[in-house]
């Protein structure tokens, strides 16, 4: 599987821009070196809109 970090808010996907996240390996709990950016708070009000 291919984890890509993107967000998807409606029927798009969006990269993050709100700071740099990390993966972590959950057998290890070694960090991984892939980051991602996180939702804003207008990107989680447009993907909650709906509900």
Known sequence: MTIKGSLLIGASEKGGTNRELFRT???T???LS???GGA???GVEQA???A
């Open 29 to 31: 709990g070694v960090p």
């Open 48 to 50: 909650t809109a709906p």
């Open 40 to 42: 804003t708070i207008a």
């Open 25 to 27: 390996d959950a057998a």
């Open 34 to 36: 892939t980051s991602f």
